[in-house]
């Protein structure tokens, strides 16, 4: 093997190995987003662009810009609770809460357009 297939070789098995630590990130990510499909979207716009559907639910794009979202880690994992009656009550498992808030994230730093 010459000096240029080892470059060659060890490049390709570092792309790969980035591109295989990334694609759980990627899969963990559309899993939050599909959370917050099924227990969040009936109020709360779920993208970069769309209006709540219910208007006094704030966009999670904006989230951000009231308080630091990591704050709903622990709510998330002990059950959400609030003073009106149209949230509903729920809990998340600890790997639902990583891929929740990674969503939140990505909504955030502007990555996804869903």
């Known amino acids: 093997m010459t000096f240029r ?29 599909r959370l917050a499909q099924l227990y969040c979207a009936r109020c709360h716009a779920i993208d970069r662009v769309s209006p709540s559907p219910l208007r006094i639910a704030p966009p999670f794009r904006t989230l951000h810009e009231r308080y630091p979202v990591e704050m709903l880690q622990e709510a998330l994992a002990e059950g959400i609770v609030t003073g009106h009656p149209t949230m509903p009550q729920f809990s998340f498992e600890p790997d639902q809460v990583g891929d929740f808030m990674l969503f939140l994230k990505s909504l955030e730093r502007g990555q996804t357009d869903r």
Not at 10 to 25: D, M, N, Q, R, Y
């Open 5 to 33: 297939h080892s470059v060659g070789y060890g490049f390709a098995v570092v792309v790969s190995a980035i591109c295989t630590a990334l694609a759980p990130a990627a899969a963990d990510q559309e899993q939050g987003r």
